[in-house]
């Protein structure tokens, strides 16, 4: 599928699942390279400025193209990425910004081997100087 046509998928569904007015939308996509699945999660702004969490309940086909944006940016040879933050408009404006994210690499790559969550927590605290958030 052709990553135009991923993104207007992804536009039409995030007005589909967000049902008050609003103004801009995030969503937020990691890719993990291992399994060739992707995650995502979003904020939108509503009508009066505030922070809403975006539901991600896409349909199946929307979630199903998602890592196909990550494969066709290699494919055409572009620089790898495993992170992408996508905003849109009420209006239909799209901004996209590809990343590459090691410590998101490091992770998938931890727990494909077998690594412990404990384990994790630790290299990543060695790593990259970070603890957990807390866990309510």
């Not at 494969?71 to 572009?78: F, L, V, Y």
């Not at 590459?100 to 412990?116: A, P, R, S, V, Y």
Request: glycine share 6%.
């Amino acid at each position: 599928m052709r990553t135009e046509t991923i993104y207007e998928l992804l536009t039409t569904a995030i007005h589909e699942v967000i049902t008050e007015p609003w103004t801009i939308a995030e969503l937020n996509i990691q890719y993990l390279v291992s399994s060739k699945e992707a995650e995502c999660d979003g904020t939108y702004l509503d009508a009066s400025g505030e922070v809403q969490i975006l539901s991600t309940e896409f349909p199946d086909e929307v979630i199903e193209a998602l890592p196909e944006l990550f494969t066709n940016r290699a494919n055409e040879g572009q620089s790898p990425a495993n992170s992408l933050q996508i905003t849109i408009s009420f209006e239909g404006r799209i901004a996209v910004d590809y990343d590459w994210d090691q410590e998101l690499q490091d992770e998938d790559e931890h727990f494909i081997k077998g690594g412990t969550v404990k384990e994790w927590v630790q290299i990543r605290k060695e790593k990259y100087g970070l603890s957990p958030e807390p866990l309510d």
